[in-house]
């Protein structure tokens, strides 16, 4: 039986970082859905704890709808569990999905960005060169796309493809409004990034046209 406390309906990012993870939390926030966004990294540790542990993979936030940026990067270890969509399917029936994406050069650009990602990468790796790590990112990439798009082939309601460079939100509300009932979908803005409330503006100037 369900804990009166927990959610009936979850919400799981599946894309992968640098790509609004942070935006869509806070749009899940500001229209009073719980979401949890990387947790300094805790929340992916604590997925495989879990698992180990032979326990609900999510036990560590029982109250939480929506689970974004599940990544940790340290010097030595690099796990990003939101690969695992295909388990946390299974351990949460009726759960939703959401495949945030993005060009993948652009998305390659932000990673090289990111502070000593590439150098982390290349120590964990175990390779010499910038170039055979973005190598690696672009493989895991388009295996990672496939696989969801193939796991979720017949059950086209339960998972959204976002782009979060030629997508508005009112993809996203439609998406979510069967379980979540019309949300303000102006609460979604592009965060940490120069293009800062683009995906807004864009919607607007479409509306006002």
Not at 62 to 90: A, C, G, H, N
Request: with cysteine; proline share 4%; charged share 30%.
């Amino acid at each position: 039986m369900q804990d009166q406390s927990e959610p009936k309906t979850r919400v799981f990012l599946i894309g992968f970082n640098r790509c609004a993870t942070t935006s869509f939390h806070r749009f899940f926030n500001a229209n009073g859905l719980k979401s949890v966004h990387w947790d300094s990294g805790r929340l992916a540790k604590r997925f495989y704890a879990n698992i180990g542990a032979d326990v609900p993979l999510f036990k560590d936030y029982p109250e939480v709808t929506v689970f974004s940026d599940m990544i940790y990067l340290s010097e030595t270890t690099f796990i990003e569990p939101f690969k695992e969509f295909e388990r946390i399917d299974r351990a949460y029936p009726g759960s939703l999905f959401i495949l945030n994406t993005r060009n993948c050069d652009k998305w390659i650009s932000s990673r090289v960005q990111h502070p000593r990602m590439i150098e982390r990468c290349m120590s964990i790796y175990g390779v010499e060169t910038a170039e055979e790590v973005i190598y690696r990112w672009r493989l895991e990439w388009h295996e990672h796309h496939a696989a969801a798009l193939r796991h979720f082939m017949h059950r086209p309601d339960d998972l959204l493809v976002y782009n979060i460079e030629t997508d508005t939100p009112d993809k996203l509300g439609a998406f979510l409004e069967p379980k979540f009932g019309k949300l303000d979908i102006e609460a979604f803005g592009h965060h940490n990034g120069r293009g800062k409330y683009e995906r807004m503006a864009k919607t607007k100037e479409a509306a006002a046209s």
